[in-house]
């Protein structure tokens, strides 16, 4: 058995040692490898060449539409009946909704004087979340003018 010799080069390439210049394998390389820029947009046998059978270079491509599926909505990828549920619930949601009121920015100075005062009255150094936001939301009462529930 003859030993198996790795080729350096595909056939039909200039640089092969058994390349015959101008033969049918060496035209073939040179067609297939010839320098196509501004010519071809992808190589031969791309799947996004033009010429590729079964590419999908025809398919119209628009915002917010899966040009594999046309037939559900556009931007939502829901079907129809899905799409106008979803906009009905949205619209129900949306009758209910009502902005939030700002609240009332407090002074610091007052915050941190009104904080002391709780500090004191409980006799701990430190408040606990619940404690200090108890304190902010008595503020926020005063400044609203709102009754201030007692717990």
Avoid: C, Y
């Avoid at 590419?55 to 129809?80: I, K, M, S, Y």
């Avoid at 915050?111 to 709780?118: I, R």
């Amino acid at each position: 058995m003859s030993p198996q010799i790795e080729r350096d080069f595909p056939i039909g390439h200039p640089a092969a040692v058994d390349t015959v210049i101008g033969s049918p394998e060496h035209l073939a390389w040179i067609e297939q490898h010839k320098f196509s820029e501004n010519v071809r947009d992808f190589p031969p046998g791309h799947p996004k060449a033009a010429d590729t059978a079964g590419n999908l270079n025809a398919l119209p491509v628009r915002a917010g539409v899966d040009p594999h599926n046309p037939q559900l909505e556009e931007f939502t990828g829901r079907q129809p009946a899905q799409a106008a549920a979803v906009r009905e619930w949205n619209k129900a949601e949306a009758a209910g909704a009502h902005e939030s009121p700002v609240m009332p920015v407090i002074d610091a100075q007052v915050l941190n004087a009104a904080l002391a005062e709780e500090r004191a009255r409980l006799h701990v150094d430190a408040l606990t979340m619940e404690q200090t936001q108890a304190v902010m939301s008595k503020l926020q009462h005063l400044a609203l003018q709102l009754p201030v529930a007692i717990p």
